[in-house]
C-alpha cells in the first residue's frame, strides 16, 4: 500500500510508504539476526573447545577435533558470513557497518583455526573441502568489494580504539580485513597442495 500526500506549494504529489508495510517486510530480519548468531555461537564454541582440548593434551598446536573444514562446518560459516555477503540489504547504521567488518575479522579468526585440520585429510577430501573453502571466501572478497565500491560500507562513519588514539573509516578496516582474509586463503592453498607430498617424506 502507498500513501500519496500533496503539498500545494510545491506542485508536487511525494509518495510515501505505509508503516504497515515496512513493518511487515522488516519482520524477517530479527530471525534472520538470531540465526546468524546462533551459527557464530557454534562456531566460538567449537573453537574455545579445540582451544581447551589443546592446552588439556599439551597439545599447543590447538589440533582441530571440534571445528575441523568439512561441507558442515562450511556450511555453519557461510551462515555466520551473510551479513558481509548480503548485498542488498540497507545497514547505514554505525551498529551495521560494525557488525559486517566484525564479521570480517570473525572469517579471518576461523580460517586461522581450520588450518592444522588440514593436515588429516585425504587427498580427495581436503581437494573438495578447499574447493567449497574457495568459493565461499572468493564470494565474500568480490561482495565486500563491491560493498566498498558502491558505498554500502561506508567511510564516512569512524569509530576510534583508545582514548581517540585511531580514527578509521569502515571501509578501510574492511579493506585491511579482506587483505588479511585473502592472503589466509593463499597460505591455505599453498599447504593443501604441499601436505600430500609432507607425508610421503615423512
Known amino acids: 500500500m502507498v ?27 530479527v530471525w534472520i539476526g538470531i540465526y546468524i ?10 573453537m574455545a573447545a579445540d582451544l581447551l582440548h589443546g592446552f588439556r593434551n599439551k597439545k599447543f598446536w590447538f589440533p582441530c577435533k571440534y571445528l575441523s573444514l568439512n561441507a558442515a562446518s562450511i556450511m555453519v560459516i557461510s551462515i555466520a558470513m551473510k551479513l558481509p555477503v548480503d548485498l542488498s540489504s540497507p545497514m547505514p547504521g ?29 587427498d580427495k577430501t581436503l581437494l573438495a573441502n578447499m574447493i567449497g573453502l574457495c568459493i565461499l571466501v572468493i564470494t565474500m572478497i568480490v561482495n565486500i568489494c563491491f560493498q566498498i565500491n558502491t ?20 571501509a578501510f578496516v574492511a579493506c585491511i580485513y579482506t587483505a588479511m582474509i585473502l592472503l589466509l586463503l593463499i597460505i591455505m592453498i599453498a599447504s593443501s597442495i604441499t601436505i600430500p607430498t609432507f607425508k610421503e617424506v615423512l
Not at 7 to 19: G, T
Not at 100 to 108: D, E, Q, W
Request: hydrophobic share 45%; glycine share 6%.
Open 3 to 29: 500513501v500519496s500526500h500533496y503539498y500545494p506549494d510545491s506542485d508536487c504529489y511525494y509518495y510515501m510508504e505505509d508503516k504497515q508495510e515496512s513493518d511487515r517486510f522488516s519482520k524477517p530480519m
Open 37 to 46: 548468531a546462533i551459527a557464530s555461537g557454534l562456531c566460538i564454541l567449537a
Open 94 to 122: 554505525y551498529a551495521d557497518q560494525a557488525a559486517k567488518v566484525g564479521s570480517l575479522a570473525f572469517m579471518c579468526t576461523l580460517m586461522a583455526n581450520l588450518m592444522p585440520s588440514l593436515a588429516s585429510m585425504d
Open 151 to 170: 558505498g554500502v560500507i561506508d567511510n564516512h562513519n569512524h569509530f576510534t580504539i583508545g582514548v581517540a588514539l585511531f580514527s578509521f573509516g569502515f
